[in-house]
């Protein structure tokens, strides 16, 4: 499986992006696939995630309420629509699938990862 995501880019504060990730293969409407994001000098961070059939969505504290995660099965698609956003979030933003369908908020269950996009927020 190869993830493709693009959509980054500078944008100031309470502006709004929104990222795609674009997958290969022929079986990715089971699998579950997540957002994490990550600073110089920090951990990966969970951002999103969305359930396989797109019924189940879970969010850091910090992004509810701006962000929402959805998917297009029928494109091999999951996008990150980012609304008001914050310099806090500034990032490279990496798209992760799970095959195995119960990968959820931890960075070693998602077997696969996107090549990941800069998300730049000015304040």
């Known amino acids: 499986v190869q993830l493709q995501a693009s959509g980054g880019g500078l944008v100031q504060a309470g502006g709004s992006l929104r990222l795609s990730c674009a997958a290969s293969g022929r079986t990715f409407s089971r699998y579950v696939m997540g957002w994490f994001r990550q600073t110089p000098g920090k951990e990966r961070e969970f951002v999103a995630v969305i359930s396989s059939s797109g019924v189940l969505k879970y969010y850091v504290d910090s992004v509810k309420g701006r962000f929402t995660i959805s998917r297009d099965n029928a494109k091999n698609t999951v996008y990150l629509q980012m609304n008001n956003l914050k310099p806090e979030d500034t990032a490279v933003y990496y798209c992760?699938?799970?095959?195995?369908?119960?990968?959820?908020?931890?960075?070693?269950?998602?077997?696969?990862w996107g090549q990941g996009t800069l998300v730049t927020v000015s304040s």
């Open positions: 992760a699938a799970d095959s195995g369908g119960t990968g959820w908020q931890e960075e070693y269950e998602y077997e696969y």
